[in-house]
């Protein structure tokens, strides 16, 4: 192979070669996913990280998702504004913006990375113009409308959540939360209607847009990246031009894909390609006072990029760095889909068989009567036809519930959460049902022991609901029983046996719940007949 080979093979292998922005975007959206299992299993993480923020556009419903999406975290705090603010979320996102500002979009966002992707498919490019920069500003209004507003006026008035962005816009939810779930959980299809098809228009004409133009989402769409932009003029992080070198020729500024009108204003994603456009080697990513990326021509200017000194000690430090970073990478892999080990010491709480508590011999001896007159010989399960293994939970009242106590009553078994507004609308009808055969049912609702946007105990005290609710324990207790997920609302239901006859992801009504009583008490009359 002569020289000019060895040349040709180099330049391919650079060319095809990922940089560091594009291995920190892999990274980062494998980081924010690291609970790989879930795409196989359908389910989507419980776990604590879910109450952490992360910095990009990540769906929370995503199977894969180990923490929580800022943006619909910022919509369910203002829909719970008149309980309480949402500091914590608010917290966040302005430590995010201070810190980082719109290098976020550039970096850390793995929607972001798909839209770039997208866009490297050979078809004619919609260039900048002045459209594209006045539809720029949209993502202002939709962040004024769909992030606050909405969100905070249905909280007020209806004192529900409404993350109108996710419900009716965010293509991520839809790619990654109902698209990355469907195909392990082949009855949610059944469950799919108007807002999900039409969000999935909306998913396709923006994946279309991105194939045209550069970052259609993030430019025109994204109010997370609004949000991000407010901060780009302070943020610690970020690109920095040498006002000593720069000549204002422009060329930063022409070759942008985005709509910026300098460099480091709102629009800038801080992706730092303009750094090799300039020729005066005046643009660089800045950390404050320290630089992380310098300009290539600076190695043209000062010796030590030849090995020895700062470039040399920035390249030891970089390579710990992603030690480090890879380090925590695995152990988040591992972390998060290792299975989990069942301790028999924490299992006190569920059973296999109805054993029902007691107080005083009395009270044991009529709950074995009833258990004698309503036996069940169905085998132990959350499938209907089998009878619900035994849980104790607390409630938020300090009583107990226990399932073997309700044997003889139709029982009906809730799994709702504060930031599901389909689970809030549902709770006035068990409530109802519960009042209308008080002395023959039984009902629970349970709060899942996902992170909660509002104080589940309080909410149930403020509306003034009549049956009794608990919050599941973080080793999914009650959820582990009923083969409850992260998918909301359930409801299970149970005949007089403890048979469970009806366990559904999926909303109620009146009328539903009605019918399900009367086939639970019908279901043991006949059998006895």
Request: charged share 20%; proline share 5%.
């Amino acid at each position: 192979m002569n020289d000019k080979d060895n040349m040709n093979t180099s330049s391919r292998r650079q060319r095809f070669r990922p940089g560091t922005r594009r291995l920190i975007q892999l990274y980062s959206a494998l980081l924010y996913n690291a609970h790989l299992r879930g795409f196989l299993e359908g389910t989507i993480s419980t776990s604590e990280t879910k109450a952490v923020c992360v910095p990009g556009l990540n769906c929370y419903s995503c199977p894969g998702a180990v923490g929580a999406c800022p943006l619909g975290s910022l919509q369910n705090a203002m829909a719970s504004s008149g309980h309480r603010a949402g500091w914590y979320v608010i917290g966040i996102l302005l430590l995010y913006g201070v810190i980082l500002g719109r290098t976020v979009c550039g970096w850390l966002c793995p929607f972001g990375l798909i839209q770039e992707l997208l866009h490297k498919i050979p078809v004619p490019k919609i260039p900048r113009s002045r459209i594209t920069r006045a539809l720029s500003w949209l993502k202002y209004a939709i962040l004024a409308v769909f992030v606050i507003a909405v969100p905070l006026w249905y909280g007020i008035t209806h004192d529900m959540p409404l993350p109108a962005f996710c419900k009716y816009i965010c293509p991520a939810g839809t790619f990654e939360g109902a698209m990355g779930l469907l195909p392990a959980n082949p009855s949610f299809y059944g469950m799919l209607g108007l807002i999900f098809t039409r969000k999935f228009v909306i998913m396709t004409v923006i994946a279309l847009l991105c194939i045209f133009c550069y970052r259609s989402f993030c430019r025109f769409l994204c109010p997370l990246g609004a949000i991000y932009g407010l901060f780009n003029r302070f943020n610690v992080i970020g690109v920095r031009v040498d006002t000593g070198l720069c000549n204002h020729c422009g060329a930063c500024v022409r070759s942008c894909e985005m709509d910026v009108r300098c460099v480091g204003d709102h629009e800038c994603i801080q992706c730092g390609k303009c750094m090799d456009i300039c020729r005066q080697g005046a643009i660089s990513i800045k950390a404050g006072s320290f630089t992380l990326k310098a300009p290539v021509r600076d190695c043209d200017r000062n010796s030590d990029c030849k090995g020895t000194g700062t470039q040399a000690k920035w390249r030891k430090t970089r390579r710990i760095l992603w030690g480090i970073a890879l380090a925590a990478l695995a152990f988040a892999l591992v972390r998060f889909n290792l299975p989990k080990q069942n301790n028999p010491a924490e299992k006190t709480s569920v059973g296999t068989v109805f054993i029902p508590a007691t107080e005083d011999e009395t009270t044991e001896n009529e709950s074995a009567a009833v258990q004698d007159n309503f036996e069940s010989t169905a085998s132990v399960g959350n499938e209907p036809g089998q009878q619900l293994p035994d849980f104790t939970i607390t409630c938020y009242d300090g009583s107990d519930f226990h399932l073997a106590d309700t044997r003889g009553k139709v029982t009906f078994i809730n799994l709702w959460a504060t930031c599901c507004a389909p689970c809030v609308k549902e709770l006035p009808y068990f409530s109802d049902l519960y009042q209308k055969y008080e002395g023959d049912i039984a009902v629970l609702a349970v709060h899942s022991s996902l992170v909660a946007k509002d104080d589940p105990e309080e909410f149930t005290a403020d509306n003034g609901y009549a049956m009794p609710f608990a919050t599941d324990t973080k080793e999914n207790t009650v959820f582990e029983a009923v083969g409850g997920g992260s998918t909301l609302p359930q409801t299970i239901v149970l005949n007089r046996r403890g048979e469970v006859i009806y366990n559904e992801v999926k909303s109620v009504t009146p009328e539903m719940l009605e019918s399900l009583y009367q086939e639970a008490s019908q279901s043991v009359t006949a059998a006895k007949q």
